[in-house]
């Protein structure tokens, strides 16, 4: 069986409400990384994140990896919400993979939550019984 490794950053990553989406279509948890200190991350209503490369002003965003079928890709990227897509994203190990991405325009007049690291910890800061760890 082909597999990609995938990076996610919000909502699919384990515990949270979209990760049935990626055990639906097979995948396995990795690991959890950071990302290389050059993407910035937004909230779209505070129901997921949207990652961003950018130019100047980045940082390291918490993710995990998670080993995806190639044939399950398309239907998990199908189930994403509008405006997120996969593209490449560096690792801090400079490993790099696929990994879900957000749309510039899908940021604009949405709040920044670079500073917080990760959509973990941005939801835990509202949310205190909210798990910064992974399950």
């Not at 509008?82 to 696929?98: F, H, N």
């Not at 917080?116 to 399950?135: E, L």
Request: proline share 6%; net charge negative; aromatic share 8%.
């Amino acid at each position: 069986m082909d597999i990609v490794d995938l990076a996610v950053n919000g909502t699919l990553m384990r515990g949270l409400v979209l990760n049935p989406n990626l055990i639906g279509v097979g995948a396995i948890f990795v690991r959890e990384a950071f990302t290389e200190p050059v993407y910035r991350l937004w909230s779209i209503g505070d129901i997921h994140p949207a990652m961003v490369r950018v130019r100047d002003g980045g940082a390291a965003i918490a993710v995990e990896v998670w080993q995806v079928p190639s044939a399950g890709l398309g239907m998990l990227l199908w189930q994403e919400p509008p405006g997120l897509s996969v593209g490449k994203v560096r690792l801090a190990d400079g490993e790099m993979v696929l990994g879900v991405l957000g749309e510039p325009i899908l940021c604009e007049n949405q709040l920044e939550i670079t500073e917080w690291g990760g959509w973990r910890a941005y939801m835990a800061s509202k949310h205190p019984v909210f798990s910064v760890k992974g399950v």
